[in-house]
């Protein structure tokens, strides 16, 4: 008779982290106060370098760049990720929306480089946030890159003022009823293994060894298993005055170059969004490059040839 060795006996290495090849801890890792709230802040590269801001996509965080920002960074930039609030290492709040978010980002921004135009990255919901920002704050941006991150859902509704106050207060009273039911949850504990099946449903195109090291470098262990260090009132959708719809719409008048990735594949943590639909709305000077055998992920799953095209369009550090 033989006994099997459970997959959650493969050994993690020093800091406790299941290993994957290419692989690299961040180099720094500090918090910073946006306005009271504890963001996680995560650097790849010489800290003397020009920095380089990237940002992660919903349910997400910093750390899925553990293979990609290091090649981004051996390109000569200081690499600058973050935890949303609520995610990964970074302080939960009373409060989630799209404009919390985007204070979040500027008190990071006014940190790192006050009054520079940087080059910047945003995959998913980070690449909606950084596109709606470049639109209100164009000074900030030397350039622009988003990876998966231009929904395409529906038409925007076309309905009378007194309607769309219906349905924000309806929306409002959907949160509150949300925030009442989730005030005291935890995340669902589980072995390793189980949390990266539970990931890999979303994911189904990233491999099992990867799905294991976002558990350990975004989740933590407790006393009854591991947990992912997402807080339990968030929800898919978020909170605020916000459509998916009105990224595409502000993507015509970015005044800075700008690169489109997108993954041909569907998958469900995606936008959905058909490539031939963005192309129209395409910047004076953008352009973007549809990957047809990849998914939503396109830097975990391609992150030679993504980095390459990506270091290719910001050119090189000055």
Known sequence: MTTETPADSIELDEHGESPFPEARRPDRQWQLDANGLSIA???????????LMMMHGGFDFARTFDVFAPKLAAGGWRVVCWDQRGHGSSEHAEMYSWDGDMRDTLALFDHVAPGRAIPVIGHSKGGA????????QPHRFRCLVNMDGIPYKRNIPDVA??????????????WLDHRRKTAT???????????????????????HEWLRRLVTTGGYLSDDGWRWRI????????????RPEWTLMRLPGLPMP?????????????????????????????RCEILDDVGHFVHIEQPDRVSEMVLDFIGAPS
Do not use: C
Not at 188 to 207: F, H, S
Not at 231 to 242: E, I, K, L, Q, V
């Open 161 to 174: 003022e007194h309607e769309r106050t219906t349905m924000l207060a309806n929306d409002l009273a959907g």
């Open 258 to 286: 700008f690169l489109g990735i997108l993954g041909a594949q569907m998958e469900e943590m995606g936008w959905g969004t058909p490539p031939p639909k963005v192309m129209p709305y395409m910047p004076m000077d953008g």
């Open 129 to 136: 946030l950084m596109t709606q920002l470049a639109d209100a």
């Open 231 to 242: 807080d339990p009132s968030m929800r898919f959708g978020g909170f605020g005055p916000w």
């Open 41 to 51: 802040v995560h650097e790849w590269g010489d800290p003397e370098a020009p920095p």
């Open 185 to 207: 949850n935890s995340r669902r504990p589980g072995t390793l293994d189980e949390l990266a099946k539970r990931r890999g449903k979303m994911n189904p195109r990233l491999p």
